[in-house]
């Protein structure tokens, strides 16, 4: 990095077109999305539909809530993404095996089925594994389990996993005290007597992460991007907080001093009591960042771009004290802010980061996004409130990724259906009408934006209405179930998704033939 311009930049890409689509809302025979065919169907299906970004939410493993962004482990992988039928291609399964935990499609995720299945077949699977039968992936295996950038978070990873099953799913938090503390006369016993479990949960990792490169290799191939997602916080229950506790504004025993959230906004007027536990910038600077470096690089090895959540919490975030239910009497307090960014830059190099700057934005957020050249976003569902909102298409820059909406929005047709008349009016009168066309013509707002990137829920491509929405914010259950059924998609739409893509300078160039 250049000591005259403290950037966290990549080369500026062309204009393009991406799609928003976490791998558990793909379609498929075994109660949730995984990195299966399916997965691979899509790409092709994105290929033909002209979009060369595919964003996905976080894939850490999901506890209370089902949340990709209140994960168990910022660095681990969701063992429910895992592929039977990859098991079965590796030779770890015999087909026969799947027959019993298929189930007819559905357009929601069952997370209690899909847990139910996957522990069944991984662990037939690693019984298969441990009988020696497969030197090949013995040794693919421990070269996964010895790399230098894993081991500081995968037996951590592992050891907490097998607590947390050997206590009933109970927070760390309520763990006898040795455990909770993390003695280490007591964690070195229990390791020795939980030995086999532990090589399952390294066995469980090896697998996401060993079919998640083969996902990555097959976009690499078709010329699509994938864009990560990190939340700034991690869960108060995780491998994280139990395993780097004095990171954290936690007490002596554990327990959260304050929480995370964001004050009254356009999704609550209570704010949003987010509940995940605060860091201490203070001991992370004073080691450089490190564990921040180390989450980014681990992000940076499954993704070629990554969304930085909340990007304003680097600069100011919403400190609320742990015994208010909710968000209103929060205060700012100041955040990390550039050096922050520069440590970044210095342990990784240049940053292909795209900054979410949502919410309560103010100029010392958007002067840093600016500073580093950060992409910031813009969602249309936000650009007809008001008539002088930054998220009316024609006040984007171009430096900037532009939504219909994202995964804490409504669909655009159930926001539209629900918006007041006045909104109603506006959007009409800017967009043209009829109010059934909508989906579509909000869709073509966001190709025709100046903004360098526009990303589309696939429930928008579809023009699906509330029933898809994807996650509600505030709201404790119900969220995170949506699935694309095969027979959503209809046969034409690729080709006139491609067309529009063409016509807004969407599409990549094409390829070069020879020299």
Not at 151 to 177: C, F, M, Q
Not at 287 to 297: D, P, V
Not at 466 to 479: D, L
Request: hydrophobic letters at 40%; one cysteine or more; aromatic letters at 10%.
């Amino acid at each position: 990095m250049s000591r005259g311009r403290p950037a966290a930049t990549a080369a500026r890409p062309a204009r393009a077109a991406g799609l928003l689509l976490h791998p558990s809302s793909l379609p498929g025979r075994f109660a949730i999305g995984d990195l299966g065919p399916a997965a691979h169907a899509m790409l092709d299906w994105m290929v033909g539909a002209g979009f060369t970004v595919w964003q996905i939410l976080p894939m850490g493993p999901t506890g209370m809530g089902d949340s990709p962004y209140n994960a168990l482990s910022a660095f681990a992988g969701n063992p429910l993404l895992v592929s039977p039928e990859a098991l079965v291609a590796d030779g770890l399964l015999p087909a026969e095996a799947l027959a019993a935990w298929e189930v007819p499609e559905s357009a929601s995720v069952d997370y209690a089925a899909a847990a139910a299945c996957k522990e069944s077949l991984l662990r037939q699977a690693f019984l298969r594994f441990e009988s020696g039968e497969f030197p090949e992936l013995a040794i693919a295996l421990q070269r996964f389990a010895s790399a230098e950038r894993r081991t500081a978070w995968l037996d951590d990873w592992a050891l907490y996993a097998t607590l947390k099953r050997e206590h009933d799913g109970a927070s760390w938090i309520d763990w006898e005290p040795d455990l909770r503390q993390r003695e280490p006369q007591a964690i070195a016993r229990r390791s020795a007597a939980l030995a086999g479990e532990l090589r399952f949960a390294v066995f469980c990792q090896f697998l996401f992460f060993r079919q998640w490169a083969a996902v990555r290799s097959a976009a690499e191939s078709r010329g699509i991007r994938i864009l990560g997602d990190v939340p700034i916080y991690v869960a108060p229950d995780s491998a994280d907080t139990w395993s780097n506790r004095r990171l954290f504004d936690l007490d002596p025993d554990g327990r959260l001093r304050a929480v995370a959230g964001v004050p009254p906004d356009y999704f609550s007027a209570d704010g949003q009591r987010w509940g995940n536990p605060l860091y201490r910038w203070d001991l992370l600077r004073e080691e450089g960042y490190r564990w921040w470096i180390a989450r980014l690089r681990a992000q940076l090895e499954i993704a070629d771009l990554v969304r930085l959540d909340h990007f304003r919490g680097f600069v100011a975030y919403w400190r609320i004290p742990q015994r208010d239910r909710t968000a209103r009497r929060g205060r700012w307090v100041k955040g990390p802010g550039e050096p922050f960014f520069r440590a970044l830059c210095a342990g990784l190099g240049s940053l292909p980061l795209l900054a979410e700057d949502l919410g309560e934005i103010d100029s010392r957020v958007r002067n840093l996004r600016r500073k580093l050249d950060l992409p910031g976003m813009r969602v249309l569902q936000f650009g007809f409130g008001s008539d002088d909102s930054d998220h009316s298409p024609h006040r984007h820059e171009p430096r900037s990724a532009v939504y219909t909406g994202t995964h804490d929005n409504d669909t655009t047709r159930g926001w539209f259906a629900q918006a007041g008349e006045e909104e109603r009016r506006r959007v009409l009168t800017y967009l043209g009408g009829p109010p059934e066309g909508i989906p579509e013509a909000m869709i073509r707002a966001a190709y025709g934006s100046v903004a360098e990137l526009a990303i589309l829920p696939l429930q928008d491509v579809l023009g699906l209405g509330s029933e898809a929405r994807m996650n509600t914010p505030g709201r404790s259950s119900g969220n995170w179930c949506w699935r694309v059924r095969n027979s959503d998609v209809a046969d034409d739409l690729p080709g006139r998704m491609r067309e529009l893509a063409a016509a807004t300078a969407r599409l990549p160039p094409p390829l070069r033939q020879g020299r």
